[in-house]
């Protein structure tokens, strides 16, 4: 099965898990790469705004073509309980050459389940397996268990 990782990360965190699960499926892997600076305290607001309200942002031009790939699994930070507004982007305009999706998330909290909505909602794709990973459990290195259960989810 042919599987791209798309991304987006603003911190590291959401690019620690895309690089660990592109290792074990053996996949080609993308980081979604947004041209607005949200770097600092003033780019934390404005993820922070421009995702409760749900804008759209300018992507650099992606490399893969999802349509190429049997199934894409596509990963974002949770920005104030939405999914991160590059990823609503890249999902908003290239939802049309999915094939099969999966998710996953990482955020401070744990309620994940509106975020996986929400991008379940944008592709018009119910995912084949969502995995949720909190940034405690990536600085103590507890989820592990988490990505082997995901990954036995999928259609492999
Ligand atoms: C603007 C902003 C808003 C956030 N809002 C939430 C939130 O609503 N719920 C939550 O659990 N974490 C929230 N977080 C924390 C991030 O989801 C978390 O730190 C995530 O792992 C960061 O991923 P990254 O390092 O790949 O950017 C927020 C972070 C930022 C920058």
């Not at 990360?9 to 980081?31: F, N, P, V, Y």
């Not at 939405?82 to 050459?97: A, D, G, L, M």
């Amino acid at each position: 099965m042919k599987t791209l990782i798309v991304y987006y990360s603003r911190s590291g965190h959401t690019a620690k898990i895309a690089q660990e699960l592109a290792d074990a499926l053996e996949g080609d892997i993308e980081e979604i790469i947004d041209t607005k600076n949200r770097s600092g305290i003033i780019g934390w607001l404005r993820s922070g705004r421009d995702a409760m309200n749900q804008s759209l942002t300018l992507l650099k031009d992606p490399v893969n073509d999802p349509a190429d790939y049997d199934l894409l699994v596509i990963g974002t930070p949770i920005w104030a309980s939405h999914v991160s507004t590059p990823v609503r982007t890249y999902i908003h305009q290239n939802q049309e050459k999915f094939n099969q999706v999966a998710f996953f998330c990482t955020a401070g909290g744990d309620n994940f389940t509106g975020t996986f909505n929400d991008m379940g909602k944008l592709s018009g794709k119910s995912p084949v397996a969502t995995l949720g990973v909190r940034g405690k459990e990536i600085k103590n290195g507890t989820y592990g268990s988490k990505i082997e259960e995901f990954i036995k989810a999928l259609p492999m």
